[in-house]
């Protein structure tokens, strides 16, 4: 079973940049289409970004231009670069496939507060 670990989350202040990552292990990841989610409280999970193994990128329309997404397949690794961070970013943000995902791991909480 894979498993995924995000790192990288904090608090930071509005208008600020963070970079969060995720591993995951097992020698699969590379064939897989990676997306990045994000949950607040009582909310269900939003897909923030998605990334092809060769590369191509898909945003929602609330990160398009402030978001990147990126994956190095030889680490196994897919990271998220988050420039002018507003308050509504806050959220626990999770890694995972695109589709028929697997178990969900813990995330990497990001609060967005001035």
């Known amino acids: 079973q894979v498993q995924l670990v995000e790192s990288g989350g904090g608090l930071v202040q509005p208008g600020e940049s963070l970079r969060i990552s995720c591993v995951a292990s097992?020698?699969?990841?590379?064939?897989?289409?990676m997306a990045w989610y994000r949950q607040v409280p009582g909310k269900q999970r939003e897909l923030v970004a998605s990334i092809t193994s060769g590369g191509s990128t898909e945003y929602a329309d609330s990160v398009k231009g402030r978001f990147t997404i990126s994956r190095d397949n030889a680490k196994n690794t897919v990271y998220l670069q988050m420039n002018s961070l507003k308050p509504e970013d806050t959220a626990v943000y999770y890694c995972?496939?695109?589709?028929?995902?697997?178990?969900w791991g813990q995330g990497t909480q990001v609060t967005v507060s001035s």
């Open positions: 097992g020698s699969i990841f590379r064939l897989y289409v």
């Open positions: 995972n496939k695109l589709r028929n995902q697997w178990f």
